[in-house]
Structures are given as C-alpha cells and as structure tokens.
C-alpha cells in the first residue's frame, strides 16, 4: 500500500533539473510533498489535490494525475539547499473515512557545487 | 505552541525497560500522528489520533507498543519492554483537519530511541 517513489537516490551539479515521482497503487485524492533535511524534521512542500493540478513554489513545482494514481516533483536549476530525502505523502484507506497519512519510499537528492 | 513539540530529544534505555515519548502539538490541530524512523529509513506510519480517539492504530509493531491522546491535545506514545529493534526516530505530527485531503503535516524533531 505504501507509495513508490522512483528514483531512490540522485546527484545533481548546481542548476541541474530533477523529476522525482510517486506511484500509488490506488485511487487518490491528494499527494503531499515533504523534504527532510538529514537529522531534521521532514517540512511541508506543497499539497495537491484530486483534479490533475500542478502547483509550484520557488523552483519546485509538482503535478497530480490521479488517472494514473501518480505525482511527480519537479525541481529546476537545483541549489544546494535543495540536498534531502523527498518524501510524498497519501491518504491511507479512504474507504474507513479516517484522516491516516502514509508515506512513500522517499528520494535521496543530493547537489553538488 | 509555535511548533509541534516533543521530548526528550534523546532516550537511551536498557532492553527490557518501559518508555514514554511525549507530543504536544500545535494548538487547535485535531488530528495527530505518530511515526517511526530507523536510520536511512522512510516514515512508518504507527497511529493516528482524531481528538482523542484513535482510529487507525494499524501501524503498532506489537502489543507492547500503545499510545494515548487527553484533552485533545497532549500525546503520550509507550514502549514496553523495550527491545533492541525498537531503536529508532520517534516523529510526532499534527495537522488542522477540515474535513479534506488539504491539511499539511507539521512535524516535532523527534525523539532518538537507543535500546542497549
């Protein structure tokens, strides 16, 4: 049930671009986005919700297809500060109508100078 | 409070020992949960409370693990018996649920569990 998250590690130079994406094997309402900084609290990125929206923030933007049950995190000329674990975050079984949150396999990106 | 904040921050313990990690979270955030993090591991989900009841405890590894939320507000998540693979990251997290999928996750830093 937990999302997979593709791919499991990158490294970047300095103005390289990324995709990271997450893969659900069931219908979704929403994807969360969070990047944990090592030894940190993961920290909320954005949120998207069920009607294939891209939203973006900085340089990093992200898209919903919730036909294909998948979300992908873009991340354009990368800065250092950009270095973390992503981590994309669903809703577990909608079908108790509770409010649970499970998480994907996470990405570890690192960029380089 | 400002943030989500839980403690100790660091929790060395002899197998076999009890141990109580606490949460308080942000104030007015009704749904709060807790996750496990082992070193260069993803989120393992754990429980969830809504107010104070739990509707989703799904994730606990065993019998010996339980947690419990009063007032709304405070969590408290115990180990029994601790054993060495319980070691780990304990995360708590709240959010202000609305009744949709569009409420973020604030996170405490954590409690570091080391079982000797």
Known sequence: ?????????????????????????????????????????????????????????????????????????????????YSGTYFCGTEGDTTSGTYKYIFGTGTRLKVLA | GAGVSQSPSNKVTEKGKDVELRCDPISGHTALYWYRQSLGQGLEFLIYFQGNSAPDKSGLPSDRFSAERTGGSVSTLTIQRTQQEDSAVYLCASSLVTGGWDSPLHFGNGTRLTVT
């Open chain 1, 1 to 81: 049930q937990q999302p997979v998250q593709s791919p499991q590690a990158v490294i970047l130079r300095e103005g390289e671009d990324a995709v990271i994406n997450c893969s659900s094997s069931k219908a979704l309402y929403s994807v969360h986005w969070y990047r944990q900084k090592h030894g940190e609290a993961p920290v909320f990125l954005m949120i998207l919700l069920k009607g294939g929206e891209q939203k973006g923030h900085d340089k990093i933007s992200a898209s919903f297809n919730e036909k294909k049950q998948q979300s992908s995190l873009y991340l354009t000329a990368s800065q250092l500060s």
